[in-house]
């Protein structure tokens, strides 16, 4: 059923008021006791989402992470469920050192 409201939402035939609207809290940074009123670098905004349009976006990631991760390369690894960034830069060290046992072996 969240996927039917999903595809209503896209196809223009379920209209939501202020879907788009989000509401902002700025919480204080810790910071020593004593200190004064914080600065604005000091707050970390907070954007509060509609919960329909979490909801729409979990569902969307969900139905599309299998064909993603089919269509994409191997060298692929950043936002793909399973796969980890952090692998090209190991790949990528093992090879400027010129270590091609690590590299052949994937790690």
């Known amino acids: 059923i969240v996927m039917e409201v999903v595809m209503l939402l896209l196809d223009g035939k379920l209209a939501v008021p202020d879907l788009n609207h989000s ?16 600065g604005p670098h000091e707050l970390r905004p907070i954007a509060l989402k509609h919960t329909l349009v979490k909801v729409a976006a979990a569902a969307l990631a969900a139905a599309l992470a299998g064909p ?5 390369v191997p060298s692929q690894r950043g936002f793909v469920q399973g796969r980890n960034f952090t692998r090209n830069l190991y790949e990528l060290d093992a090879a400027l050192r010129g270590d091609a046992l690590a590299v052949a072996a994937d790690l």
């Open 23 to 38: 509401d902002y809290v700025f919480i204080p940074k810790p910071r020593d006791e004593g200190a004064g009123p914080p």
């Open 68 to 72: 993603c991760a089919g269509a994409t």
